[in-house]
């Protein structure tokens, strides 16, 4: 079981206030959870794939096709105020 003075120094570097029971509630949380990783890390996985996504999905992906859909004067042209090819904006300080 994880003690006391640790579970009180993960409290302290969270900068959580934790009475001693909650420490002690903590400590049997905590060392169950830790009991479940070793189960985990004890499985052999060496014959296992790595798996990009949780699900067996084949990749679909379009082709990049280039638009030019609006020229710039068409994108400013509507502009209130404008310089050249740019929007004219009020300056912020």
Not at 22 to 44: M, P, R
């Amino acid at each position: 079981m994880i003690d006391q003075k640790t579970i009180e120094h993960i409290a302290k570097l969270a900068r959580l206030k934790v009475t001693p029971e909650e420490a002690t509630e903590y400590g049997e949380q905590l060392t169950k959870v830790l009991a479940h990783f070793q189960q985990i890390a004890s499985l052999d996985t060496s014959n296992i794939e790595p798996l990009v996504t949780p699900s067996e999905i084949d990749f679909f992906a379009r082709e990049d096709i280039v638009k030019q859909e609006n020229t710039t004067e068409e994108m400013v042209k509507n502009a209130p105020d404008k310089a050249g090819n740019l929007f004219k904006v009020p300056p912020v300080v």
